[in-house]
């Protein structure tokens, strides 16, 4: 049996070692256009910036090693250029030599990838001071500008993973470093009521972000002397970063009929076989599934790329290994925070019709005795189940062990309920005793059950339309005399019991403290009282000033 892979980085490599150990008589052959293989593309930013001390440490493994190791036939410089699936023959081009020769396979893999979607303003312009961070050249590449031409500025196009990467390891430089985005905020796949932190960073950290703003025209020859922004501001850097939408390279695969499905991807079935018998297609080229709601999902990620290519591989050489689909769980670091997801955002949950609690929950990693800091974590939890639905975490320290608690608990379709009980670790330096993944479970559990969680958004909405409701601050007085949420009456903890008989049982009731945990108390103590409808705001009055923030923040940048 031939099994030629076209393409040989995460994915590609993945299937040929996994169909190497099933199987020793396989012939496999490995072709790609790039000169390296097997690299930590993720890593380029943090080669590019120093953090890692040279590129040769993200592509450990050659064409050589692979041959050693597992008799495979890895060819760089060699491009594929056409293929005829019914005579199951490719036409390959030596891109050293310019020789152009046939091979033949019995079983074909496309692990071809995908690449940036250029902004159409850039087409056709060669400038030798805008960059993509597409492979391990490429990084070099940009790495060696920086060194020469010693950079002041920089513009960067696109505010997801890589464009928050590569302005943190620029910034990290002395580089001077906008932002554009097209979207309202950055990590557009976070809910915003979540990513207004990353805002918060930026600010801290010196980037300047410009929201719904990108570039409409360049001016320049060889090099991108200025650009004209969508708002019509002119902007003039050293550095150019473009960053923007990630495409897969479907181009080969389709000129032979294979499907693509709704998300732009190669479709293809639990084995990563496509429409075409004995052709295949992994990583960043192929499309997902979710775990949760079962329909497409183009998330391109390393981790889905390995777990993609040794599934085929095994596939192919008569395993048992089946794609059970993604959560789209992923995590970056940008400056002094740590960003995470995995499952559905609230915006996700509600499109696929879902009745969700919502819960924010700010709780530290460890106690403060420990320098323990606080982490922000939004649960979504489906109210008919009560089956975690997703989670978003952002702060400083802690956030990669929870976020994989909840990614593991999510692919197993834990309830809120399970939360509590799970025996998590637990010594001072790592954790506190009552784990704000435990916490979550338990908060959920009562807004689920019996004490109903209210969102900031919801309490603004209810504000703006001057809705008669009791708002009730359960702070110290001196906490209540700094601040306030608009129309909230102080009543502390510690007195509402006593106080609660002066209020109306039957009037919409709103409780809130600093986080939510007092806050939880109190609603206790009403319901208990008999009131009617009271709720908690969740993340309490910490959480509704970042959200008023923002909304300042957005009618000033209006005016």
């Known amino acids: 049996m031939k099994i030629i892979i076209i393409g040989s980085v995460a994915s590609g490599t993945s299937v040929a070692t996994k169909a190497r150990r099933n199987s020793e008589s396989a012939m496999i052959t490995l ?10 593309v993720c890593g380029i930013p943090y080669a590019i910036g120093g953090e890692v001390g040279d590129f040769d440490e993200l592509t450990p493994r050659d064409a050589q090693w692979f041959k050693a190791r597992h008799n495979v036939d890895v060819h760089t410089s060699h491009e594929v250029l056409r293929i005829d699936h019914t005579a199951k023959t490719v036409w390959v081009k030596n891109l050293l030599t310019g020789e152009i020769f ?31 961070v597409r492979n391990i050249q490429s990084g070099k590449v940009i790495k060696s500008y920086i060194a020469t031409h010693q950079p002041k500025t920089a513009v960067i196009v696109g505010a997801g993973y890589i464009g928050l990467e590569m302005a943190e390891q620029l910034k990290a ?9 097209r979207g309202q905020h950055p990590m557009p796949h976070l809910d915003w ?17 410009r929201p719904e703003e990108t570039i409409a025209e360049v001016s320049g020859t060889t090099r991108l002397e200025s650009a004209v922004t969508t708002k019509g501001e002119v902007l003039e850097a050293d550095l150019y970063i473009i960053a923007t939408r990630v495409l897969p390279n479907t181009a080969l695969a389709t000129s032979i009929g294979v499907d693509l499905g709704e998300t732009g991807a190669i479709v293809t079935d639990s084995t990563m076989q496509t ?42 050489t008569g395993g048992t290994l089946r794609f059970q689909g993604i959560l789209g769980t992923g995590i970056l670091r940008f400056f002094d925070l740590t960003i995470a997801q995995t499952g559905l955002t609230e915006k996700e949950a509600l499109g696929e019709g879902y009745d969700v609690a919502v819960l924010f929950n700010i709780k530290p990693d460890k106690p403060a005795y420990m320098a323990g800091q606080e982490m922000v974590i939004k649960a979504i939890a489906d109210k008919q189940t009560h089956r975690i639905l997703g989670v978003q975490i952002i702060g400083p320290q802690g956030v990669d062990k929870r976020i994989d608690v909840f990614a593991s608990t ?61 708002i009730i601050d359960t702070r110290t007085a001196e906490s209540y005399a700094e601040g306030h949420i608009p129309e909230a009456v102080h009543i502390p903890l510690t007195a509402l019991r006593e106080e609660s008989a002066k209020l109306d049982k039957a009037k919409l009731t709103i409780v809130y403290c600093y986080k939510g945990v007092a806050g939880n108390a109190a609603q206790n103590i009403l319901r208990h009282e008999g009131f009617k409808a009271v709720y908690n705001l969740t993340g309490g009055k910490d959480h509704y000033q970042e959200i008023v923030k923002q909304g300042k923040r957005d009618d000033q940048e209006l005016k």
Request: negative net charge; charged residues 20%; hydrophobic residues 40%.
């Open 31 to 40: 072709y790609d256009k790039d000169t390296d293989i097997s690299y930590a």
């Open 102 to 132: 046939e091979d033949h396979y019995d079983l074909l893999v496309f692990a071809t990838g995908a690449r940036y979607q250029t902004p159409e303003v850039f087409l056709g312009h060669d400038f030798d001071n805008v960059f993509q």
């Open 173 to 181: 430089q002395g580089i001077d470093v906008t932002v554009l985005q």
């Open 193 to 209: 009521d979540m990513s207004i932190r990353i805002e918060d960073e930026m600010r801290k950290q010196g980037i300047h972000f």
């Open 275 to 316: 429409n075409l018998e004995g052709v295949y297609a992994v990583g960043d080229v192929a499309e997902s599934f979710h775990v949760i709601t079962g329909k497409p999902i183009y998330r391109p990620m390393a981790t889905t790329a390995n777990k993609m290519g040794r599934i085929a591989g095994d596939a192919m």
């Open 410 to 470: 999510i692919t197993l379709g834990v309830k809120a309920e399970d939360l509590f009980h799970m025996d998590l670790a637990y010594a001072p330096p790592f954790s506190t005793t009552k784990d704000a993944v435990a916490y979550t479970g338990m908060a959920l559990t009562n807004a689920l059950n019996t004490a109903p969680l209210m969102t900031a958004q919801e309490l603004l909405a209810l504000q703006a339309k001057q809705t008669d409701m009791t």
